[in-house]
């Protein structure tokens, strides 16, 4: 719901403030004073193309704010929120949301959405959660045949829920079998060189076979046995220091090490000191006889084979390098690429029974799809005929008495995720005339009057919270514009409903009367708008009766408009 809208240097508007709120609002005014200013404010709110032409001789920019209460979980709120936007808490579930449209004189725009900047495109998307806007030249509701193919499933409701819902579950199933049957059959020739390829890589790598880690444990035993008899000869003259064969026995370290341990423990118990390092000379004793021990096991390990095991080994590194090479960067890649492919080549290879059993589902998802589509057009054709009815009846009651809407429910050959039909609203202006689509051979008036008309048939079934009509009245009079007053109060009781009305008898029927003024001061004209109560309500039905504000004849016929209408001045 619109709670407040403001204008700046639009049009003939230098600044106003219109107060909407719950209900019916009916905005009326002089011819010129700018009543079509405040619909083309708010169009520029809910995303409509910005022209800087219209913004107020002497300005530089237009400016428009919007001050709308939405539910504070609902769809719009969210995607506010999703947009970078706040809204603030205003009780009862609601939120308030601030929108506002810039207009500069060299003709770009800008929109805010929740205090935050946001594309014109935003507002356009909020718009058609927030607002219905019935014109003369725009009739923006019913504009398309998939929007009247809408209206009639909201319509139909319940009845057509359960089997829509039925039916879309089948046609999302068949279409998704049936894209993946089109894939794997177009790309048949492709994924079976896919498989040969995939086959063939595998069978290599499992014929290497390579194990994780293998590659840096090959390279270094390669380093190792390249430099067998460097290591060989390092080890045993090491060995040969340590604990040497020779007759010269006094030069290894371990008979060193004998000597040094005897001369100590011979005088040990003089000094316990002493004592503790003839102890530490021991030690070093046994280790370096278990390190003589080993570099002699080391220097024993290396024997004639080692060049020919450095060959083997090289031999397996270039098989290695190849793989990595191929499905590399490095061995685990290949590994990986060994179980990834084999999965891969398991799915190709049982393309043929995935494509057998794609076919099977397929052709009897086709056969449910058609039955269901038949069921929906049924309750469609059946819901349409209500519709026709129900509008028909209400256009009888605003002057247009002869007037029939008739809903056309056609099968296409080509089945959509609502259906197989094509819904068309169309309007026979008298018995005998050839039906015709709405906005075809209907004055702007009428048009108005027949939107009027289906929105409140749909009303009860298609809830909007804002409905908003230019002109509705246009071209009628007398008892028909009542009827028209009254019909809009009918739909202000599920909505908040706003009207642009030069008629008292519309007029009469608003819970909220707002007057767009007029004054002039040098060469520009500027409106403000002003809410009518008490004798100034009375005094504005007047002058749309009379054209004299202070008629006596005009103020009767006021007063008695609203006493019939059931509001109060």
Same mark, same amino acid.
């Given at each position: 719901?619109?709670?407040?809208?403001?204008?700046?240097?639009?049009?003939? =508007?230098?600044?106003?403030?219109?107060?909407?709120?719950?209900?019916?609002?009916?905005?009326?005014?002089?011819?010129?004073?700018?009543?079509?200013?405040?619909?083309?404010?708010?169009?520029?709110?809910?995303?409509?193309?910005?022209?800087?032409?219209?913004?107020?001789?002497?300005?530089?920019?237009?400016?428009?704010?919007?001050?709308?209460?939405?539910?504070?979980?609902?769809?719009?709120?969210?995607?506010?929120?999703?947009?970078?936007?706040?809204?603030?808490?205003?009780?009862?579930?609601?939120?308030?949301?601030?929108?506002?449209?810039?207009?500069?004189?060299?003709?770009?725009?800008?929109?805010?959405?929740?205090?935050?900047?946001?594309?014109?495109?935003? *507002?356009?998307? *909020?718009?058609?959660?927030?607002?219905?806007?019935?014109?003369?030249?725009?009739?923006?509701?019913?504009?398309?045949?998939?929007?009247?193919?809408?209206?009639?499933?909201?319509?139909?409701?319940?009845?057509?829920?359960?089997?829509?819902?039925?039916?879309?579950?089948?046609?999302?199933?068949?279409?998704?079998?049936?894209?993946?049957?089109?894939?794997? =059959?177009?790309?048949?020739?492709?994924?079976?060189?896919?498989?040969?390829?995939?086959?063939?890589?595998?069978?290599?790598?499992?014929?290497?076979?390579?194990?994780?880690?293998?590659?840096?444990?090959?390279?270094?035993?390669?380093?190792?046995?390249?430099?067998?008899?460097?290591?060989?000869?390092?080890?045993?003259?090491?060995?040969?220091?340590?604990?040497?064969?020779?007759?010269?026995?006094?030069?290894?370290?371990?008979?060193?090490?004998?000597?040094?341990?005897?001369?100590?423990?011979?005088?040990?118990?003089?000094?316990?000191?002493?004592?503790?390092?003839?102890?530490?000379?021991?030690?070093?004793?046994?280790?370096?006889?278990?390190?003589?021990?080993?570099?002699?096991?080391?220097?024993?390990?290396?024997?004639?084979?080692?060049?020919?095991?450095?060959?083997?080994?090289?031999?397996? =590194?270039?098989?290695?390098?190849?793989?990595?090479?191929?499905?590399?960067?490095?061995?685990?890649?290949?590994?990986?690429?060994?179980?990834?492919?084999?999965?891969?080549?398991?799915?190709?290879?049982?393309?043929?029974?995935?494509?057998?059993?794609?076919?099977?589902?397929?052709?009897?998802?086709?056969?449910?799809?058609?039955?269901?589509?038949?069921?929906?057009?049924?309750?469609?054709?059946?819901?349409?005929?209500?519709?026709?009815?129900?509008?028909?009846?209400?256009?009888?009651?605003?002057?247009?008495?002869?007037?029939?809407?008739?809903?056309?429910?056609?099968?296409?050959?080509?089945?959509?995720?609502?259906?197989?039909?094509?819904?068309?609203?169309?309007?026979?202006?008298?018995?005998?005339?050839?039906?015709?689509?709405?906005?075809?051979?209907?004055?702007?008036?009428?048009?108005?009057?027949?939107?009027?008309?289906?929105?409140?048939?749909?009303?009860?079934?298609?809830?909007?919270?804002?409905?908003?009509?230019?002109?509705?009245?246009?071209?009628?009079?007398?008892?028909?514009?009542?009827?028209?007053?009254?019909?809009?109060?009918?739909?202000?009781?599920?909505?908040?409903? =706003?009207?642009?009305?030069?008629?008292?008898?519309?007029?009469?029927?608003?819970?909220?009367?707002?007057?767009?003024?007029?004054?002039?001061?040098?060469?520009?004209?500027?409106?403000?708008?002003?809410?009518?109560?008490?004798?100034?309500?009375?005094?504005?039905?007047?002058?749309?009766?009379?054209?004299?504000?202070?008629?006596?004849?005009?103020?009767?016929?006021?007063?008695?408009?609203?006493?019939?209408?059931?509001?109060?001045?």
């Amino acid at each position: 719901m619109i709670e407040e809208i403001g204008i700046r240097d639009l049009g003939v =508007i230098g600044e106003a403030t219109l107060p909407l709120g719950p209900g019916f609002t009916a905005l009326t005014g002089e011819t010129g004073a700018g009543k079509t200013m405040v619909v083309t404010a708010l169009g520029l709110l809910l995303g409509a193309r910005a022209d800087a032409s219209a913004i107020r001789k002497g300005s530089d920019r237009a400016v428009v704010d919007g001050r709308w209460l939405v539910p504070e979980e609902g769809a719009v709120a969210e995607r506010v929120r999703e947009a970078g936007g706040d809204l603030d808490p205003a009780g009862d579930g609601r939120a308030e949301l601030l929108v506002s449209r810039t207009l500069a004189g060299e003709g770009r725009s800008r929109a805010a959405v929740g205090g935050r900047s946001a594309p014109v495109g935003l *507002l356009a998307e *909020l718009a058609d959660q927030l607002v219905v806007v019935h014109g003369q030249s725009d009739q923006i509701r019913l504009r398309t045949a998939a929007a009247q193919r809408e209206a009639l499933d909201r319509y139909a409701g319940e009845r057509l829920a359960g089997p829509l819902a039925d039916y879309q579950t089948a046609y999302r199933r068949w279409t998704a079998n049936r894209d993946e049957l089109d894939q794997l =059959i177009a790309e048949r020739e492709q994924r079976a060189a896919e498989a040969a390829e995939l086959r063939a890589a595998v069978a290599e790598i499992e014929v290497v076979a390579p194990q994780p880690g293998e590659q840096e444990e090959l390279e270094a035993r390669a380093l190792r046995l390249g430099n067998a008899e460097e290591l060989r000869v390092a080890a045993a003259q090491a060995h040969e220091l340590l604990s040497s064969e020779s007759p010269d026995e006094t030069r290894d370290v371990l008979s060193l090490l004998d000597g040094a341990r005897r001369l100590l423990d011979r005088v040990a118990e003089l000094d316990p000191e002493l004592s503790a390092l003839a102890d530490t000379v021991g030690n070093l004793s046994f280790l370096a006889a278990d390190a003589a021990t080993e570099l002699a096991s080391y220097a024993a390990g290396f024997d004639a084979d080692s060049a020919r095991e450095l060959e083997v080994v090289q031999h397996r =590194i270039a098989e290695l390098a190849v793989l990595v090479r191929k499905y590399g960067p490095t061995l685990e890649d290949a590994i990986d690429f060994l179980d990834t492919g084999s999965r891969r080549l398991l799915e190709l290879d049982t393309d043929e029974d995935r494509i057998a059993a794609l076919q099977s589902d397929v052709d009897a998802d086709a056969v449910v799809v058609a039955e269901l589509a038949e069921t929906l057009s049924v309750v469609r054709s059946e819901a349409g005929a209500d519709l026709a009815a129900a509008v028909s009846a209400e256009l009888s009651a605003l002057a247009m008495p002869d007037a029939q809407l008739m809903v056309d429910v056609r099968g296409r050959e080509e089945f959509t995720l609502a259906g197989r039909d094509s819904v068309q609203l169309l309007l026979q202006p008298h018995p005998g005339a050839e039906p015709r689509p709405l906005g075809r051979g209907a004055s702007g008036g009428e048009l108005s009057r027949i939107m009027l008309a289906i929105e409140v048939v749909l009303a009860a079934s298609d809830p909007v919270p804002t409905f908003v009509f230019d002109e509705v009245d246009a071209g009628v009079g007398g008892a028909a514009a009542i009827e028209i007053g009254r019909r809009l109060g009918r739909l202000a009781e599920s909505a908040q409903v =706003i009207v642009v009305t030069h008629l008292a008898q519309v007029a009469a029927f608003a819970t909220n009367h707002l007057r767009v003024e007029k004054d002039r001061s040098g060469a520009v004209t500027e409106s403000s708008v002003r809410r009518l109560d008490g004798d100034e309500r009375v005094a504005e039905m007047a002058r749309l009766l009379s054209g004299l504000p202070d008629s006596e004849t005009g103020l009767a016929h006021a007063r008695e408009l609203l006493e019939l209408s059931g509001t109060r001045a």
